[in-house]
């Protein structure tokens, strides 16, 4: 989820993530029709994984409504309404 400086969840999105090699080329979303291609990653020597997930800026409401501030993203588990699994923060400035 993608959280605006007030609290409000601006984006939602859902991805599907595996490290086995043999995992499925395909899932299907949790609560929406349809499957999602998985996205297949190998760890490094300690076991970690960076994945990376563009939000785009051009185009959408940040730009269209000049909105700028404080950004949070959430990772959460699928069906967990538990606290974030990760959280992170980023700045946005218009010029």
């Known amino acids: 989820d993608l959280i605006d400086s007030e ?4 984006r939602s999105s859902w991805r599907a993530f595996t490290l086995d090699p043999n995992g499925p080329e395909k899932v299907d979303h949790p609560t929406a029709p349809g499957t999602i291609w998985t996205t297949k990653h190998q760890a ?5 994984v960076s994945i990376v997930s563009p939000i785009p800026i051009a185009g959408t409401n940040f730009t269209r409504h000049r909105q700028h ?3 949070t993203t959430e990772v959460h588990w699928v069906g967990d ?3 974030p699994l990760l959280t992170a923060s980023f700045r ?3 010029q």
Do not use: C, E, V, Y
């Open 7 to 10: 609290g409000a969840t601006m």
């Open 44 to 48: 490094d020597a300690d076991g970690f």
């Open 69 to 71: 501030g404080k950004f």
């Open 81 to 83: 309404t538990g606290a």
């Open 92 to 94: 946005l400035q218009l």
